[in-house]
RNA sequence: GCGCGGUUAGCUCAGUGGUAGAGCACCACCUUGACACGGUGGGGGUCACUGGUUCGAACCCAGUAUCGCGCACCA
């Protein structure tokens, strides 16, 4: 018995093969190679994350991509890196001070707090890193890069610059999505459209001129009313004309505010008469610019109402004074609806509570490069996977609103603008600053501070964490103006892996980015993942805790077997309903793999090769050639990006196979009592099979591959499976003599089936000592009996061309010919012809089904020759068959 | 409202025009010298619905229902 333990226990076995991997360098990406490149660059994790199963399905593939090509030859660059993800490090800290020290960020100081996220990201950064290495991610480590190292800044800043100077990026006072919490802007894409359960509230306004006469409007949000300076109703609206340029009463503060017309107003919605507030709605805003009307902003920064006017509702915070402020219009009498009302609110991605439309001082980006990145993609140069994503691309493409990219933090990429003091001074603060206030002298805008720093101010700002991201795939390969290496033999890189729900936040946003600072696309092929959901179709999520931790699966089932199970229920784009059992499944499968080099080894750990002088068999040629089969395919699927599909053939010819078939069909030839010509052969045909299987495997499972492939003999030691180059070669010639011997192994395999599925039916499935009788067999087939009794669990097939069953024996009809298994005492006639009636009438339904079709004369001219032939063929069989079955039941009497 | 995707066995999903599939789950038998994380055998499906194209439709077309996603609007 070999030494290996009967369970394959991977969590040892794969932490020692990544520390030889990382120790042998087996990662890193040489730039001055000859070989044809391949890079990836891994979609930054956030540096505080913790992975999750998103994680693990996209980090897999991109290993599966990465090993792959260095299997086919290629030098593989897989850049590895965190992002420094402002906001959500921001608030992690923030958090961390609160509890634990009472502290809040502004009592510290922006220094002290920046070194406070310093000490926190070296502290807990690292983590997210180590679980992708756990996972076996080939990632070239000696090149790791963070968005926020002095390089990758001096990029940024750069790249602000030149967009500055282009004219592309300007400050200006506009609307933006600001969170209350946060107490920052954020970037359209950053705000989730959630629905809510919320109250429509309808008002009356009561008209100046006509005391008793009111005008009513429907609102969800009467907090807001302090800020209204007019009334909207649409011009095309008879109910309203009379009332357009009259003044209606606001009930508090108190005012009179005029009743406009305008387009925007939809007739049929509410009461068709909407309170402007443009201070505090988007739509609002917009009518107010169009109108010329005041601008009254009714809210502090963190979303408390700022009316003095209003003592009652001043300081309260916005959902509080909502409430309030309804039961005060109640109280005047001025309230007369109140309905349950669902609409969708803009949610703050990160703090999870409702944007507040805000007008604020903000830097905004007008994008660079669009129609190239357009172009690039709707021509295919950026191929999408799959394809049906370049559809949302285009659309946003078409669509794009100029980006806020100013935050109001302190942890990111702080806007390398200055301001002069004096002029600061003037206006008291920098938030004041648009650009239509600032002259030349008065703002410096460079990498560098101006030299007379003193007397200048920097922009307090930091830049959104995405305009970091978007340079990504070459800021991390060269400094700023450097001739890099490493850029001129990995850029463009060759794929990306990521999902599809950032499409807008980073993907096009690189390919624009690639095509103005890069000179080109920043990526050829971009394949989407799928979404990982639990059972009940939910998005995974912390909250709703249905989020399985990877780690816990890896100490549990191996890395091996999370990466196997994840990949092998991945569909191209949809959606995955992730189930623990697939996992298992990934285990039992890498324990099958173990148990099937396990008992090789019990015939021997020397490795043996075939030659012309090796007596093959049929199923030896037949596993053969069905790996050669295998490696064709998976180039196929590589070739199209079915990840699903690769694990799925690999699965199978492992275990329907190779284990299954084969290890059954060539147990006796490692028995003692076997021929030392037959132990030969199949220990050779193994070695020659697994070999090759285990590098096939390698990508989706590379430490158990690894492992076996060295403890199988079949890498030197000192050498790496994962650096050994796929054979170009087949195991197996084509041909006829290949067809030939394959025809003869399904035809065992077939013929095999038969018999036990005939021993079933007599009851007799487990006894081994059965003796079957063959007439009209194949001449070869005397050479094989042995295997087709071993298959069949029988103790003896007798060739018998003269052979008389005696009534009632049962019989089936196989490939390799009639086979009747004659069981004293266990015959009953009328059962055998029950069972051959049924039988029979089966049969007789396929030839009436395949004779129905062939008499069809529309069928015979009009389908292809290929398929008429076959369905000929097929009819042929079926009637020898049931001629076969008349004959046994006629034989019965 | 616009767009995209799904609907196939109890569950998760393959299946691009020619005899409905896999894994799991289920039932029966089997601890047989690799593996019970296993083996053998078995049961189980009007391929959401309606119509069309075709000799032939799970597959192509049109429509319906339903679920999900994205975008826009939402007073």
């Known amino acids: 018995m070999s030494d290996l333990a009967k369970a394959y226990e991977p969590q040892a076995v794969e932490a020692k093969w990544y520390d030889a991997w990382l120790k042998g360098k087996c990662f890193e990406a040489d730039p001055a190679s000859d070989k044809p490149a391949y890079s990836i660059v891994i979609p930054p994790p956030n540096v505080t994350g913790i992975l999750h199963l998103g994680h693990v399905l996209n980090n897999a593939l991109q290993d599966i991509l990465a090993r792959r090509a260095r299997q086919t030859g290629h ?54 890193i180590q679980q992708l290495k756990r996972l076996g991610c080939s990632c070239d480590w000696s090149r790791e890069r963070f968005t926020m190292d002095d390089d990758y800044t001096h990029w940024v800043s750069q790249v602000f610059v030149d967009l500055f100077k282009q004219g592309l990026i300007y400050r200006g006072k506009r ?45 969800t949000r009467p907090e807001t009313l302090m800020g209204d300076v007019a009334v909207a109703v649409n011009p095309k609206d008879p109910r309203y004309s009379q009332y357009i340029g009259r003044m209606v009463k606001r009930p508090f503060p108190h005012a009179e505010i005029p009743v406009i017309a305008d387009d925007h107003v939809d007739i049929e919605f509410g009461t068709g008469a909407l309170k402007i507030t443009p201070a505090h709605d988007k739509a609002d805003f917009d009518i107010g610019m169009r109108h010329g009307l005041e601008i009254i902003d009714t809210l502090h920064a963190d979303g408390r109402v700022n009316c003095p006017e209003c003592p009652d509702l001043d300081g309260l915070d916005r959902f509080a004074a909502r409430k309030k402020a309804a039961r005060k219009l109640e109280e005047m009498g001025l309230l007369l609806k109140e309905e349950d009302y ?112 003193s007397e200048w101010v920097r922009d307090e700002d930091v830049m959104d964490t995405w305009f970091s991201s978007w340079l990504w795939p070459f800021a991390t390969m060269a400094a700023v103006g450097e001739e890099s290496a490493l850029l001129k033999k990995f850029y463009p890189t060759t794929d990306l892996v990521t999902g599809p729900d950032i499409i807008f936040f980073w993907v096009a946003r690189m390919i624009m980015a690639g095509y103005r600072f890069a000179g080109g696309l920043p990526f050829k092929n971009v394949y989407f993942t799928s979404i990982i959901r639990d059972l009940q179709g939910r998005k995974m999520s912390k909250s709703l805790g249905n989020s399985p931790d990877p780690i816990d699966l890896m100490d549990k089932y191996g890395a091996d077997a999370l990466r196997f199970g994840l990949i092998r229920i991945a569909p191209v784009g949809s959606d995955i309903r992730f189930d623990e059992v697939q996992i298992e499944e990934g285990r039992n499968f890498a324990n099958k793999l173990y148990n099937a080099c396990r008992f090789r080894q019990m015939a021997g750990t020397e490795v043996v090769t075939i030659s012309s002088a090796t007596e093959v068999r049929p199923h030896h040629v037949d596993i053969m050639a069905k790996l050669d089969d295998l490696a064709e395919n998976l180039q196929g699927a590589y070739a199209g990006y079915r990840f699903g599909e690769v694990a799925h053939l690999l699965y199978e010819f492992l275990w329907n196979e190779f ?106 499935a487990t006894r081994r000592d059965v003796r079957f009788v063959v007439k009209g067999a194949p001449a070869w087939l005397s050479s094989e009996s042995d295997t087709l009794a071993l298959l069949s669990g029988a103790g003896e097939i ?25 069981l004293e005492g266990l015959i009953d006639v009328e059962a055998e012809k029950d069972r051959l009636t049924k039988e029979i009438d089966k049969v007789g339904k396929e030839v009436a089904k395949s004779e129905g079709k062939l008499g069809n004369a529309s069928f015979v001219e009009r389908a292809p020759a290929e398929v008429v032939e076959q369905e000929k063929a097929r009819l042929e069989e079926w009637r020898t068959k049931l001629a076969q079955l008349r004959e046994m039941l006629a034989a019965l009497g």
């Not at 220094?111 to 406070?116: A, Q």
């Not at 050498?719 to 399904?746: C, H, I, N, Y």
Request: hydrophobic share 40%; glycine share 6%; aromatic share 10%.
């Open 75 to 128: 030098e593989v660059l897989w850049l590895p890196g965190t992002d420094h993800a402002g906001i959500a490090t921001q608030t992690k800290v923030e958090r961390e001070l609160r509890e634990k020290e009472g502290l809040k960020r502004r009592e510290l100081g922006r220094e002290k707090f920046l070194d406070r996220v310093w000490e926190w990201k070296e502290k807990h950064g690292g983590i997210i």
């Open 175 to 219: 609307m933006v999505n600001w969170c209350p919490v946060s107490l920052t802007a954020l970037s359209d894409e950053e705000v989730i459209m959630t629905p809510q359960r919320s109250k429509l509230y309808t008002m009356k306004y009561e008209l100046a001129d006509a005391p008793g006469e009111f005008l009513q409007i429907a609102t």
């Open 342 to 453: 669902e609409n969708k609110v803009g949610f703050s991605e990160r703090a999870n509570v409702p944007i507040e439309p805000r007008i604020s001082m903000q830097w905004f980006l007008k994008y660079p490069c669009v129609d190239e990145a357009a172009k690039a993609v709707a021509d295919d140069e950026i191929v999408f996977r799959p394809e049906r994503w370049q559809k949302t691309y285009a659309h946003w493409m078409e669509n794009l609103q100029d980006w806020c990219i100013s935050r109001q933090l302190w942890w990111g990429h702080q806007i390398p603008v200055w301001y002069r003091k004096d002029k600061l001074d003037q206006l008291k603060e920098a938030a004041a600053l648009g650009m239509e206030d600032l002259e030349k002298g008065d703002i410096h805008v460079g990498t560098e501070p101006p030299a007379d720093e």
């Open 659 to 764: 284990c299954d078939k084969f290890l059954e069909a060539v147990k006796s030839d490692l028995r003692e009592s076997a021929t030392p010509a037959a132990r030969e052969a199949t220990l050779g045909v193994f070695d020659s099979v697994m070999a090759v299987y285990l590098q096939l495997l390698h990508p989706y499972m590379p430490h158990i591959t690894e492992e076996l492939s060295v403890r199988m003999g079949y890498v030197a030691e000192g050498e790496f499976v994962m650096q050994k180059l796929l054979p170009s070669g087949t195991l197996v010639p084509r041909g006829a003599l290949r067809d030939e011997m394959q025809e003869k192994a399904t035809a065992i395999y077939e013929t095999a089936g038969r018999l036990r599925n005939l021993k079933a039916e007599y009851n007799v």
């Open 798 to 822: 007798a060739l018998d061309e003269a052979y008389d069953p005696p009534k009632g024996t049962p019989a089936a009809l196989a490939p390799a010919g009639e086979f009747y298994m004659p």
